[in-house]
């Protein structure tokens, strides 16, 4: 079964670049699926004395170049792994191009590197301002890739439904040793304290806690088929039992979800994610949960898009994120090979809001 079908690659011709771009050849081999490669030239980027006189002709460089340096590593890519690869250069703001380009794949792939803190205080990393944005899933590789992912951990929320991020964890990663783990609240257990309730109570009414709460993940990974895994549960910050848990397994992938069920949520990213985003060692597959817009919504049965339509205002109140990814179930069947080719375009030949 080979769910997986398109993978879109950002690259930058940075080392992080590269190591997203080793890593999305490897899942494309993995699922025999499609590698697009995108480049976006961005003309705020080209500065100096003579920019303002020759901007066209900057920008005409700077395509060819790409789509040079593109050609290279779409043959190189191809020919190590068997895969069909096509390159894109486009000429605009990079964060509407790749959303734009990322709603017609079914994972988005990109290295991540820090620049500028001043600014990444006040605004996000570029890493974060693309996760509040793109609809898709989202995998941010930050190590070097050597093979197959071995160890994945979930991070999940039973108080959500994190039914579709197991399904993807298992969809993108199948030969790996799957483990979930749900962070439980402590705040009951700091209030019985604070009322100056024997220690005793305290841990017992825990340890009650921690056995309901693997109980109903275990129930769960078995209803996603996934009995197999292993299920861990305890209380404290949900990061920081995250960041702990990986460095115990040596996780090479962690999945997350989007915090929160409302656009301001999904718009913000999201503390835990954010915190683990930064710390994380591995790479990390950011899963956006179905957010809820101006009112109640009939949810489709799962498995099915809210919206599949391409975003026309790069603003995370537009439109509704999918609930279920579609390689996290779609089923097995032929898949048209994508001929290497490459393609420039700009913002004038995108459709219009």
Not at 262 to 278: H, K, P
Request: glycine share 6%; with cysteine.
């Amino acid at each position: 079964m080979n769910p997986l079908e398109s993978i879109l690659v950002t690259t930058d011709f940075s080392d992080a670049a590269n190591q997203a771009l080793q890593r999305a050849a490897l899942i494309a081999t993995q699922h025999q699926a499609r590698l697009t490669l995108l480049h976006v030239v961005d003309p705020s980027a080209l500065k100096g004395p003579r920019t303002w006189f020759s901007s066209a002709a900057g920008i005409d460089h700077k395509v060819a170049v790409a789509q040079a340096a593109l050609g290279r590593l779409a043959a190189r890519l191809a020919g190590r792994h068997d895969l069909h690869v096509t390159q894109v250069v486009q000429v605009g703001r990079p964060l509407e191009h790749i959303c734009r380009m990322t709603d017609e794949a079914d994972l988005l792939v990109f290295g991540t590197k820090r620049v500028n803190p001043l600014r990444n205080l006040l605004l996000g990393t570029p890493t974060e301002q693309l996760l509040r944005l793109v609809r898709q899933p989202v995998l941010v590789a930050k190590r070097a890739a050597q093979d197959n992912y071995q160890c994945v951990l979930v991070a999940v929320n039973l108080d959500a439904d994190p039914m579709a991020m197991l399904r993807s964890a298992g969809a993108l990663a199948p030969a790996a040793s799957l483990h979930a783990l749900h962070a439980l609240s402590t705040r009951r257990m700091d209030r019985m304290r604070a009322s100056n309730v024997p220690e005793r109570v305290i841990q017992e009414v825990g340890g009650s806690e921690r056995l309901r709460g693997m109980a109903k993940l275990r129930a769960m990974l078995r209803s996603t088929g996934l009995g197999d895994a292993q299920a861990a549960v305890d209380h404290g910050d949900p990061s920081r039992l995250t960041l702990d848990k990986q460095q115990q397994l040596s996780a090479d992938l962690i999945v997350l979800g989007k915090d929160g069920q409302s656009a301001l949520c999904n718009f913000l990213l999201g503390s835990v994610a954010q915190r683990i985003l930064a710390s994380a060692p591995c790479d990390i597959l950011i899963m956006p949960k179905v957010a809820a817009l101006r009112g109640s919504v009939k949810l489709p049965a799962s498995g099915t898009w809210l919206d599949s339509s391409p975003a026309r205002v790069f603003d995370p109140v537009d439109a509704l994120a999918p609930a279920v990814p579609k390689w996290a179930k779609a089923p097995a069947g032929l898949r048209a090979s994508a001929q290497s080719k490459p393609e420039t375009r700009t913002d004038a030949d995108a459709q219009p809001a």
